[in-house]
């Protein structure tokens, strides 16, 4: 099992920055990837950003070159820095981590931390 809790959401005004931060705890030698998700009422939940055990990272279209994501393997934590943040990047911000098995996958997710951008 793998546990994980977000913070630093927020309130934040449009252009403004803000870091999310994702601390896991329990079976993590077992994560293949790391991920940021969000979501909003009425919409699935969307990829935003992963980053892998060999640090390659890949993001959502919607936020390349205005999010970050990080991972500090000493302190058991994943961050997204969110910069230049827009009214449409408002929603509950999930921390991710994956494990891959021959069998499948296996996905653990935090409880959300929200995000408002707002004036």
């Known amino acids: 099992q793998v546990q994980l809790v977000e913070s630093g959401g927020g309130l934040v005004q449009p252009g403004g920055s803000l870091r999310l931060s994702c601390a896991a705890s329990?079976?993590?030698?077992?994560?293949?990837?790391w991920g940021w998700y969000r979501q909003t009422p009425g919409k699935q939940r969307e990829l935003v950003a992963a980053i892998t055990g060999s640090g390659r990272t890949n993001y959502a279209a919607s936020v390349e070159g205005r999010f970050t994501i990080s991972r500090d393997k000493d302190k058991n934590t994943v961050y997204l820095q969110v910069n230049s943040v827009k009214s449409e990047d408002t929603a509950v911000y999930y921390c991710?981590?994956?494990?891959?098995?021959?069998?499948?996958?296996?996905?653990?997710w935090g409880e959300g931390t929200l995000v408002v951008v707002s004036s």
């Open positions: 329990g079976m993590i030698f077992s994560i293949n990837v």
């Open positions: 991710n981590a994956r494990s891959i098995w021959a069998a499948g996958p296996v996905d653990y």
